[in-house]
């Protein structure tokens, strides 16, 4: 079964504005943990991974927080941009990736 | 562009067609991968090809056939698909062994079976 997913499937964030998206997984055991983000007609993309070792990790304009005592992790991306409206989906490892349902992103004008 | 294409880039089939969906990548990357992405559910593996040997097949029915001619090329063919295969048929590769798990993904094939 899944042992990923995300908190919402939808988010609706102002231009501007900081947006945090979350996921939650549930093997212990996975040591890596990837973000995607998937625009309309694409197929996924890249944006930041992080391993089990390491707490926060950071890009250019977003951040991974990974807290491993309530397995939990999240994507947060700085000053919300038009540009960042996607359908964004955590990966997590252990023998293989698994990948959750995703969250779609909405930025308001 | 993530430097993996996908041809066609959509396709309707009826259930008694035979069609194949090609996947090329330009990364000089060793490992290839089908998913299955259907709406409101996570991306499913479908097989992954390592050095162009299949190494894995998340017990994927008969009727999808992959083939892995070179390092570079990836096809997935199809016979006597039923309705609910209908979705986004993604491809990715990754370069194997160099510590990172990123997949580059291709833009997918819109699959719609009549």
């Known amino acids: 079964g899944e042992s990923v997913g995300l908190h919402l499937p939808t988010l609706s964030v102002q231009e501007g504005d900081n947006s945090i998206i979350n996921c939650a997984y549930s093997?212990?055991?996975?040591?890596?943990f990837i973000w995607y983000k998937q625009e309309s007609g694409k197929g996924p993309q890249f944006i930041i991974d992080?391993?089990?070792?390491?707490d926060k990790r950071q890009g250019q304009r977003v951040t991974v927080l990974l807290n491993k005592t309530v397995k939990h992790l999240s994507l947060q991306i700085a000053a919300t941009q038009p540009g960042d409206s996607a359908v964004y989906f955590c990966?997590?490892?252990?023998?293989?990736?698994?990948f959750g349902k995703g969250t779609r992103l909405h930025i308001l004008p | 562009e993530t430097g993996v294409t996908q041809t066609p880039r959509h396709l309707v089939m009826g259930m008694t067609n035979k069609k194949s969906l090609k996947c090329e990548q330009h990364?000089?990357?060793?490992?290839m991968y089908w998913y299955k992405q259907s709406a409101k559910k996570p991306l499913e593996l479908m097989f992954v090809?390592?050095?162009?040997?299949?190494?894995e097949n998340n017990s994927v029915p008969s009727r999808f056939s992959p083939e892995c001619p070179n390092s570079s090329h990836l096809f997935l063919h199809l016979h006597t698909l039923q309705p609910e295969d209908s979705a986004l048929y993604l491809c990715?590769?990754?370069?194997?062994?160099?510590?990172?798990?990123?997949?580059?993904f291709g833009p997918g094939t819109r699959l719609t079976v009549l």
């Open positions: 990364l000089g990357h060793n490992a």
């Open positions: 990715a590769s990754s370069q194997p062994g160099q510590g990172g798990y990123e997949q580059f």
């Open positions: 090809y390592n050095f162009k040997e299949q190494t």
């Open positions: 093997n212990s055991a996975s040591d890596y």
């Open positions: 990966a997590e490892k252990d023998d293989k990736i698994i």
């Open positions: 992080i391993r089990s070792n390491m």
